[in-house]
Protein backbone atom coordinates (compact mmCIF):
# COMPACT_ATOMS: atom_id res chain seq x y z
CA UNK A 1 0.00 0.00 0.00
CA UNK A 2 1.39 3.22 -0.56
CA UNK A 3 1.28 6.20 0.89
CA UNK A 4 -1.15 7.98 -1.30
CA UNK A 5 -3.52 4.93 -0.68
CA UNK A 6 -6.55 5.64 2.12
CA UNK A 7 -6.43 1.95 3.81
CA UNK A 8 -9.77 1.30 6.23
CA UNK A 9 -7.13 0.26 8.80
CA UNK A 10 -7.92 3.46 11.55
CA UNK A 11 -9.45 6.90 11.73
CA UNK A 12 -5.96 7.33 13.22
CA UNK A 13 -4.23 6.92 9.88
CA UNK A 14 -5.78 9.95 8.18
CA UNK A 15 -3.83 13.24 8.56
CA UNK A 16 -5.00 16.19 9.75
CA UNK A 17 -7.83 18.05 8.75
CA UNK A 18 -7.20 21.17 6.36
CA UNK A 19 -9.14 23.12 9.23
CA UNK A 20 -7.59 22.42 12.35
CA UNK A 21 -4.26 22.70 10.29
CA UNK A 22 -4.43 26.15 9.37
CA UNK A 23 -5.94 26.84 13.12
CA UNK A 24 -2.23 25.51 14.70
CA UNK A 25 -0.53 27.50 11.65
CA UNK A 26 -3.03 30.54 12.98
CA UNK A 27 -1.53 30.00 16.63
CA UNK A 28 1.91 30.15 15.50
CA UNK A 29 3.11 33.40 16.13
CA UNK A 30 4.64 35.12 19.24
CA UNK A 31 4.64 34.10 22.34
CA UNK A 32 2.35 33.21 24.97
CA UNK A 33 2.34 31.90 28.44
CA UNK A 34 2.87 27.87 28.77
CA UNK A 35 1.32 25.19 30.67
CA UNK A 36 -2.30 26.29 29.32
CA UNK A 37 -2.21 29.78 31.05
CA UNK A 38 -2.96 31.53 27.80
CA UNK A 39 -5.59 33.09 25.23
CA UNK A 40 -6.26 30.56 23.25
CA UNK A 41 -6.27 27.64 25.48
CA UNK A 42 -9.54 29.60 26.99
CA UNK A 43 -11.10 29.92 24.30
CA UNK A 44 -10.80 26.13 23.70
CA UNK A 45 -12.24 25.89 27.32
CA UNK A 46 -15.06 28.25 26.51
CA UNK A 47 -16.13 26.69 23.32
CA UNK A 48 -16.60 23.61 25.37
CA UNK A 49 -18.65 24.84 27.91
CA UNK A 50 -21.06 26.55 25.18
CA UNK A 51 -21.75 22.67 24.09
CA UNK A 52 -21.21 20.55 27.13
CA UNK A 53 -22.40 23.27 29.74
CA UNK A 54 -21.40 26.08 31.84
CA UNK A 55 -19.99 24.19 34.51
CA UNK A 56 -17.95 21.69 32.98
CA UNK A 57 -14.39 21.41 33.73
CA UNK A 58 -11.96 20.72 30.57
CA UNK A 59 -8.16 19.83 30.64
CA UNK A 60 -6.52 18.97 27.50
CA UNK A 61 -3.64 15.96 27.21
CA UNK A 62 -1.97 14.74 24.71
CA UNK A 63 -3.48 10.92 24.08
CA UNK A 64 -6.99 8.88 24.71
CA UNK A 65 -4.77 6.42 26.83
CA UNK A 66 -3.36 9.62 29.02
CA UNK A 67 -7.04 11.25 29.00
CA UNK A 68 -8.71 7.82 30.41
CA UNK A 69 -6.08 7.15 32.51
CA UNK A 70 -5.59 10.73 35.11
CA UNK A 71 -9.20 10.47 34.56
CA UNK A 72 -9.68 7.76 36.46
CA UNK A 73 -6.55 8.18 39.14
CA UNK A 74 -7.96 11.44 39.80
CA UNK A 75 -11.70 9.19 40.87
CA UNK A 76 -9.78 6.88 42.74
CA UNK A 77 -8.03 5.83 45.72
CA UNK A 78 -5.52 2.94 45.39
CA UNK A 79 -8.30 0.17 46.35
CA UNK A 80 -10.37 1.16 43.87
CA UNK A 81 -11.94 -0.97 40.80
CA UNK A 82 -12.93 0.28 37.51
CA UNK A 83 -15.77 -1.97 36.12
CA UNK A 84 -15.78 -1.93 32.36
CA UNK A 85 -16.29 -3.89 28.79
CA UNK A 86 -14.01 -7.18 28.16
CA UNK A 87 -13.65 -5.53 25.25
CA UNK A 88 -13.00 -2.17 26.53
CA UNK A 89 -9.77 -0.24 25.21
CA UNK A 90 -8.89 0.40 28.82
CA UNK A 91 -9.05 -3.65 29.77
CA UNK A 92 -6.99 -5.08 25.75
CA UNK A 93 -5.35 -1.93 24.46
CA UNK A 94 -3.86 0.16 27.14
CA UNK A 95 -1.02 -2.13 27.79
CA UNK A 96 -1.68 -2.37 31.78
CA UNK A 97 -1.65 1.45 32.16
CA UNK A 98 -4.72 1.84 34.27
CA UNK A 99 -3.66 -0.69 36.99
CA UNK A 100 0.69 0.68 36.52
CA UNK A 101 -0.27 4.18 36.53
CA UNK A 102 -3.68 5.00 38.06
CA UNK A 103 -3.39 2.04 40.46
CA UNK A 104 -7.24 0.52 39.98
CA UNK A 105 -7.85 -2.61 39.17
CA UNK A 106 -10.24 -3.79 35.94
CA UNK A 107 -13.47 -5.60 36.74
CA UNK A 108 -14.75 -6.81 33.40
CA UNK A 109 -18.14 -7.59 31.89
CA UNK A 110 -19.20 -9.66 29.10
CA UNK A 111 -20.70 -7.57 26.34
CA UNK A 112 -20.90 -9.49 22.59
CA UNK A 113 -22.51 -6.25 21.07
CA UNK A 114 -19.58 -4.23 22.88
CA UNK A 115 -22.36 -2.69 25.24
CA UNK A 116 -22.67 -3.37 29.19
CA UNK A 117 -25.70 -3.27 30.90
CA UNK A 118 -26.72 -2.61 34.55
CA UNK A 119 -26.86 -5.94 35.09
CA UNK A 120 -23.30 -6.57 34.63
CA UNK A 121 -22.23 -3.56 36.56
CA UNK A 122 -24.81 -4.97 39.44
CA UNK A 123 -22.73 -7.97 39.05
CA UNK A 124 -19.66 -6.85 40.47
CA UNK A 125 -21.14 -4.57 43.14
CA UNK A 126 -23.05 -7.55 44.92
CA UNK A 127 -21.95 -8.57 48.28
CA UNK A 128 -19.10 -6.11 48.08
CA UNK A 129 -17.64 -3.96 50.88
CA UNK A 130 -14.72 -5.39 53.43
CA UNK A 131 -11.32 -5.24 53.31
CA UNK A 132 -10.62 -8.49 51.56
CA UNK A 133 -12.03 -7.48 48.03
CA UNK A 134 -11.17 -3.51 46.05
CA UNK A 135 -13.95 -1.16 45.82
CA UNK A 136 -15.88 -0.51 43.01
CA UNK A 137 -15.43 3.46 42.35
CA UNK A 138 -16.34 3.68 38.69
CA UNK A 139 -18.10 2.25 35.23
CA UNK A 140 -16.31 2.62 32.28
CA UNK A 141 -18.35 3.08 28.66
CA UNK A 142 -16.63 3.50 25.11
CA UNK A 143 -19.13 5.38 23.14
CA UNK A 144 -18.70 4.67 20.39
CA UNK A 145 -18.19 0.73 21.22
CA UNK A 146 -15.16 -1.23 20.08
CA UNK A 147 -17.37 -3.20 17.86
CA UNK A 148 -18.66 0.22 16.43
CA UNK A 149 -21.80 -0.02 18.13
CA UNK A 150 -23.16 3.34 20.37
CA UNK A 151 -25.42 3.48 23.26
CA UNK A 152 -28.63 5.38 22.84
CA UNK A 153 -29.44 8.25 25.92
CA UNK A 154 -31.71 5.72 27.62
CA UNK A 155 -28.78 3.03 28.13
CA UNK A 156 -26.42 5.48 29.16
CA UNK A 157 -28.84 7.35 32.12
CA UNK A 158 -29.23 3.42 32.96
CA UNK A 159 -25.98 2.53 33.89
CA UNK A 160 -25.31 6.38 35.19
CA UNK A 161 -28.37 5.75 37.87
CA UNK A 162 -26.65 2.42 38.29
CA UNK A 163 -23.36 3.39 38.95
CA UNK A 164 -24.39 6.65 41.16
CA UNK A 165 -26.89 4.19 43.17
CA UNK A 166 -23.90 2.40 44.57
CA UNK A 167 -21.64 4.98 45.21
CA UNK A 168 -19.50 5.33 41.66
CA UNK A 169 -18.96 7.53 39.10
CA UNK A 170 -19.94 6.62 35.20
CA UNK A 171 -16.75 7.52 32.89
CA UNK A 172 -16.97 8.07 29.08
CA UNK A 173 -14.15 7.08 27.11
CA UNK A 174 -15.08 8.65 23.95
CA UNK A 175 -12.41 8.34 21.30
CA UNK A 176 -14.94 8.63 18.63
CA UNK A 177 -18.22 10.62 20.92
CA UNK A 178 -18.29 12.80 17.99
CA UNK A 179 -19.05 9.63 15.78
CA UNK A 180 -21.30 8.45 18.03
CA UNK A 181 -23.64 11.64 18.55
CA UNK A 182 -23.63 11.66 14.99
CA UNK A 183 -24.98 8.26 14.82
CA UNK A 184 -27.75 9.19 16.85
CA UNK A 185 -28.86 12.25 15.71
CA UNK A 186 -27.91 14.03 18.70
CA UNK A 187 -25.55 16.81 19.82
CA UNK A 188 -22.70 15.74 22.06
CA UNK A 189 -24.29 17.11 25.73
CA UNK A 190 -27.50 14.78 24.79
CA UNK A 191 -25.32 11.82 25.06
CA UNK A 192 -23.35 12.90 27.96
CA UNK A 193 -23.94 15.26 30.65
CA UNK A 194 -27.55 15.34 30.07
CA UNK A 195 -27.16 11.56 31.16
CA UNK A 196 -26.12 11.18 33.77
CA UNK A 197 -22.37 10.96 32.19
CA UNK A 198 -19.73 11.91 35.42
CA UNK A 199 -16.00 12.28 33.58
CA UNK A 200 -15.74 12.27 29.34
CA UNK A 201 -12.52 11.53 27.66
CA UNK A 202 -13.73 13.48 24.81
CA UNK A 203 -11.69 12.25 21.74
CA UNK A 204 -10.04 14.27 18.79
CA UNK A 205 -7.28 12.74 17.01
CA UNK A 206 -9.80 9.75 15.68
CA UNK A 207 -11.71 12.75 14.27
CA UNK A 208 -8.89 15.07 12.40
CA UNK A 209 -6.62 16.47 14.68
CA UNK A 210 -2.80 16.09 14.78
CA UNK A 211 -2.96 14.89 18.49
CA UNK A 212 -4.94 15.68 21.72
CA UNK A 213 -7.93 14.68 23.71
CA UNK A 214 -10.04 16.08 26.42
CA UNK A 215 -10.92 15.17 29.71
CA UNK A 216 -14.06 16.83 30.48
CA UNK A 217 -15.53 16.83 34.57
CA UNK A 218 -19.20 17.73 34.22
CA UNK A 219 -19.20 18.23 38.17
CA UNK A 220 -16.21 20.75 38.79
CA UNK A 221 -15.97 19.35 42.21
CA UNK A 222 -14.87 15.62 40.88
CA UNK A 223 -11.81 17.73 38.92
CA UNK A 224 -10.23 18.87 42.45
CA UNK A 225 -7.19 16.44 42.15
CA UNK A 226 -7.11 16.33 38.21
CA UNK A 227 -3.88 18.86 37.35
CA UNK A 228 -1.89 17.12 39.47
CA UNK A 229 -3.20 13.52 37.74
CA UNK A 230 -2.47 15.03 35.01
CA UNK A 231 1.02 16.40 35.70
CA UNK A 232 2.00 12.94 37.59
CA UNK A 233 0.30 11.18 34.18
CA UNK A 234 2.76 13.19 31.95
CA UNK A 235 0.29 14.71 30.16
CA UNK A 236 1.13 18.31 30.58
CA UNK A 237 1.79 20.09 27.66
CA UNK A 238 3.89 23.07 28.10
CA UNK A 239 3.36 24.33 24.39
CA UNK A 240 -0.93 24.07 25.02
CA UNK A 241 -2.23 26.48 22.69
CA UNK A 242 -1.38 23.54 19.88
CA UNK A 243 -3.25 21.21 21.64
CA UNK A 244 -5.98 23.65 22.72
CA UNK A 245 -6.65 25.64 19.30
CA UNK A 246 -7.31 22.34 17.84
CA UNK A 247 -10.46 21.80 19.51
CA UNK A 248 -11.21 25.32 18.88
CA UNK A 249 -11.20 24.49 15.16
CA UNK A 250 -13.22 21.31 16.07
CA UNK A 251 -15.97 23.05 17.76
CA UNK A 252 -16.40 25.78 15.53
CA UNK A 253 -18.69 25.68 12.20
CA UNK A 254 -19.83 22.02 13.71
CA UNK A 255 -16.35 20.63 11.90
CA UNK A 256 -16.62 17.85 14.79
CA UNK A 257 -20.07 17.06 13.44
CA UNK A 258 -19.29 17.43 9.67
CA UNK A 259 -16.10 15.21 9.86
CA UNK A 260 -17.85 12.41 11.72
CA UNK A 261 -20.97 12.60 9.44
CA UNK A 262 -18.66 11.70 6.33
CA UNK A 263 -16.75 8.51 8.43
CA UNK A 264 -20.24 7.56 9.19
CA UNK A 265 -22.01 7.89 5.62
CA UNK A 266 -18.68 6.05 4.54
CA UNK A 267 -18.66 3.52 6.73
CA UNK A 268 -22.72 2.64 5.48
CA UNK A 269 -21.48 3.28 1.94
CA UNK A 270 -19.23 0.53 2.54
CA UNK A 271 -21.41 -2.05 4.20
CA UNK A 272 -23.73 -1.50 1.82
CA UNK A 273 -21.33 -2.16 -1.17
CA UNK A 274 -19.77 -5.50 0.57
CA UNK A 275 -23.21 -7.02 1.87
CA UNK A 276 -24.15 -8.37 -1.36
CA UNK A 277 -20.63 -10.27 -2.30
CA UNK A 278 -20.98 -14.19 -1.37
CA UNK A 279 -18.49 -15.16 1.75
CA UNK A 280 -18.66 -11.67 3.43
CA UNK A 281 -20.50 -11.52 6.26
CA UNK A 282 -20.79 -8.04 7.99
CA UNK A 283 -21.24 -9.13 11.71
CA UNK A 284 -22.60 -5.97 14.36
CA UNK A 285 -24.69 -3.00 13.39
CA UNK A 286 -22.83 -0.43 11.71
CA UNK A 287 -24.19 2.77 13.89
CA UNK A 288 -20.70 4.93 13.56
CA UNK A 289 -17.80 4.78 11.03
CA UNK A 290 -16.85 0.93 11.54
CA UNK A 291 -17.52 -2.07 9.91
CA UNK A 292 -16.92 -5.43 11.92
CA UNK A 293 -16.84 -8.32 8.98
CA UNK A 294 -16.33 -12.00 8.79
CA UNK A 295 -14.07 -13.32 5.39
CA UNK A 296 -12.06 -16.35 4.48
CA UNK A 297 -8.69 -16.37 6.36
CA UNK A 298 -6.98 -16.87 2.84
CA UNK A 299 -8.62 -13.59 1.62
CA UNK A 300 -7.43 -11.64 4.22
CA UNK A 301 -3.71 -10.95 3.06
CA UNK A 302 -4.58 -10.66 -0.57
CA UNK A 303 -6.73 -7.48 0.14
CA UNK A 304 -4.19 -6.06 2.58
CA UNK A 305 -1.51 -6.23 -0.01
CA UNK A 306 -3.43 -3.28 -1.27
CA UNK A 307 -5.39 -1.71 1.55
CA UNK A 308 -4.40 -1.70 4.97
CA UNK A 309 -6.68 -3.20 7.93
CA UNK A 310 -6.33 -4.52 10.83
CA UNK A 311 -7.88 -8.68 11.94
CA UNK A 312 -9.75 -8.32 14.52
CA UNK A 313 -9.96 -12.01 15.49
CA UNK A 314 -7.26 -13.94 13.29
CA UNK A 315 -8.13 -16.87 13.65
CA UNK A 316 -12.27 -16.92 13.02
CA UNK A 317 -11.68 -14.70 9.91
CA UNK A 318 -13.18 -11.08 11.83
CA UNK A 319 -11.36 -7.68 10.69
CA UNK A 320 -12.50 -4.35 11.42
CA UNK A 321 -12.64 -1.65 8.42
CA UNK A 322 -12.56 1.92 9.56
CA UNK A 323 -13.48 5.11 8.00
CA UNK A 324 -12.42 8.31 8.23
CA UNK A 325 -13.07 12.41 7.63
CA UNK A 326 -11.69 11.70 4.25
CA UNK A 327 -12.67 8.28 2.76
CA UNK A 328 -13.05 9.01 -0.57
CA UNK A 329 -16.16 6.93 -1.97
CA UNK A 330 -13.20 5.94 -4.85
CA UNK A 331 -11.46 4.33 -2.22
CA UNK A 332 -14.40 1.92 -1.17
CA UNK A 333 -15.21 1.12 -4.85
CA UNK A 334 -11.79 0.26 -5.63
CA UNK A 335 -12.02 -1.57 -2.08
CA UNK A 336 -14.85 -3.21 -2.69
CA UNK A 337 -14.32 -4.25 -6.03
CA UNK A 338 -10.98 -5.85 -4.88
CA UNK A 339 -13.03 -8.04 -2.72
CA UNK A 340 -15.14 -8.72 -5.25
CA UNK A 341 -12.47 -9.80 -7.53
CA UNK A 342 -10.54 -11.93 -4.82
CA UNK A 343 -13.77 -13.59 -3.55
CA UNK A 344 -14.54 -14.29 -7.11
CA UNK A 345 -10.56 -16.03 -7.86
CA UNK A 346 -10.86 -17.87 -4.55
CA UNK A 347 -14.03 -19.89 -5.61
CA UNK A 348 -13.14 -20.57 -8.77
CA UNK A 349 -9.63 -21.99 -7.98
Not at 35 to 55: C, I, K, N, Q
Not at 109 to 136: F, M, S, Y
Not at 211 to 223: H, Q, R
Not at 287 to 303: C, E, G, K, S
Request: net charge negative; proline share 4%.
Amino acid sequence: MSERTRGFGSDNHAGVHPEVMAALQRVNVGHVHSYGDDPHTAEAVARFRAELGAEVEVFFVFNGTGANVTALAALTRFYDAVICSDTAHLHIDECGAPEQVAGVKLLTVRAPDGKITPEGVAAHVAGRGDEHQVRPRVVSITQATELGTVYAPNEIRALADCAHEHGMYLHVDGARIANAAVGLGLDLREITGDCGVDVLSFGGTKNGLMLGEAVVFFAPELAAHYRRARKQGMQLASKMRFVAVQFTALLTDDLWRRSAQHANAMAQVLAERVRPIRGVEVLYPVQANAVFARLPLAVIPVLQQEFFFYPWNATQGEVRWMTSFDTAGEDIEAFATLIETTMAERSLS
